[in-house]
């Protein structure tokens, strides 16, 4: 089913909550809000490319050596991200449990212990190395009857003309429904839900957010500051005393404008050369019958480019000489 996420309602939900936060906490989130803290490259794993089971137990390191807990609690999503047009993979789960190692953890998940609302992801947050995979523990019955679901709605926006004031006025409704991981509606308010859009990507930030509002899940609470600015040094231009006529200046200038024409004329006669070589090799190279025509093509092809490469005092290829 498609199901598309027209309500901004979880961005309302995260501003009424951060309204309720002490001062310090808003500092740090209006850091994060500017510079991405978590986004360290030097953060992410080697992208994952083995097969995603249910059950799959996943760290993502939020801080040098810090990681926290997350579980694959399903591979049989049926709801279409219109946005993204795509159906997402998995439904993926965080919880308030850090770890200094990248081992399974020693605590239970507890599904009471949720960092955040559950998401809608896809390959690209395993195999892009947000997360890693340590191992897995097979769905318990709770789990498997975990009351979960995805919000999705609209915003129905309704003018009418008022008689009295004689002006047009505007009403907009939001409507919200629910569906299930099956990507069927349900008629009530589950107890943990999300947003039927896949997420990648955004998931990392909203960990950051997650963990600053949560001080306690990290021994010395999420540790973010803002970059210092770098003094930069004054450089000093050191004028030679000799300084050179203006004819002397301009006549130089005229002998590198000339060596630049020529050397630019060379270079693209090269190219040019290249490209028509490496093109009729592409042609040849289709229409080979046999592995001796083939390995006798590529030789033609390789002389012709170190040839060229001479003719053009190896400009065209880089060597180490």
């Known amino acids: 089913m498609f199901f598309t996420q027209q309500i901004d309602y979880f961005t309302k939900q995260y501003l009424e909550t951060y309204e309720t936060q002490p001062k310090e906490i808003k500092k740090k989130l209006d850091i994060l ?52 047009q795509r159906k997402p993979d998995y439904v993926i789960l965080f919880y308030k449990i850090a770890t200094n190692d990248v081992k399974m953890p020693d605590k239970p998940l507890d ?47 309704s003018s009418k003309f008022d008689e009295e004031t004689k002006e047009m006025k505007t009403t907009k409704k939001e409507i919200k429904d629910y569906c ?36 306690d899940v990290l021994d010395d609470g999420y540790v973010i500051e803002e970059k210092k600015k770098l003094k930069r040094k004054k450089k000093t231009i050191k004028i030679n005393k000799e300084i050179s006529s203006i ?14 024409e020529t050397l630019n004329r060379n270079i693209k ?5 290249f ?7 592409d042609f040849n190279a289709r229409a080979w019958k046999t592995k001796e025509d083939f390995l006798k093509i590529v030789k033609e092809y390789v002389v012709e480019l170190n040839n060229l490469n001479e003719d053009s005092d190896y400009q065209l290829i880089e060597t180490n000489g």
Request: charged fraction near 25%; include cysteine.
């Open 247 to 260: 004819e002397e200046i301009v006549n130089l200038m005229k002998e590198f404008h000339e060596f630049n």
């Open 111 to 157: 599904l009471n212990n949720l960092l955040m609302r559950p998401y809608l992801t896809i390959g690209y947050f395993f195999n892009s190395g947000f997360a890693k995979v340590i191992g897995n523990i097979p769905l318990s019955e709770e789990e498997r009857n975990f009351d979960i679901g995805f919000l999705y709605g609209c915003s129905v926006t």
């Open 275 to 281: 490209r028509l070589c490496s093109y009729e090799f």
């Open 180 to 215: 299930n991981i099956e990507g069927d509606k349900i008629n009530y308010v589950p107890k943990y839900y999300g947003s039927t859009k896949s997420e990648g990507l955004g998931i990392i930030y909203d960990i950051a957010r997650a963990l600053i509002m949560n001080p």
């Open 33 to 84: 809000s500017k510079k991405l803290n978590l986004l360290d490259k030097g953060l992410f794993f080697k992208g994952y490319d083995g097969e995603i089971r249910e059950g799959d137990i996943f760290v993502v390191q939020v801080q040098k050596g810090c990681y926290i807990y997350g579980k694959v609690l399903s591979t049989s999503v049926n709801i279409m991200d219109k946005d993204n």
């Open 269 to 273: 006669k090269n190219i040019e050369s």
